[in-house]
């Protein structure tokens, strides 16, 4: 890997670390539901890009399946709650 590609994948990961904190503090301070949940989304969304900055890091394809699972597992959260959020239960 080259000394640049090295580089900009720490820095892209420093990046997504500052991200996930000021999501981090959005869920915890939200004023409504709604606040908490995007930022759970985010988190996730972020959380995603950060295995595949390490799948890129670490030539490794499992990174890859890791990322697509965590994001099934958090968009089928994200109905669950969206679902809870309107209607009061979620089955």
């Known amino acids: 890997m080259s000394p640049l590609l090295s580089?900009?994948?720490s820095i892209?990961?420093?990046l997504y670390?500052?991200?996930m904190g000021l999501g981090l503090l959005r869920l915890v301070r939200g004023p409504s539901a709604q606040d908490r949940v995007l930022a759970l989304d985010f988190i996730?969304?972020?959380?995603m890009l950060?295995?595949?900055v390490l799948a890129i890091r670490y030539n490794s394809e499992m990174y890859f399946e890791g990322?697509?699972?965590m994001v099934l597992f958090g968009f089928v959260g994200s109905v669950a709650l969206a679902k809870f959020l309107l209607r009061g239960e979620v089955v």
Request: proline share 0%; aromatic share 6%; no cysteine.
């Open 7 to 9: 580089l900009a994948l």
């Open 17 to 19: 670390l500052i991200a």
């Open 50 to 52: 950060v295995m595949l």
């Open 67 to 69: 990322a697509l699972i």
């Open 12 to 14: 892209t990961l420093g």
């Open 44 to 47: 996730y969304v972020v959380g």
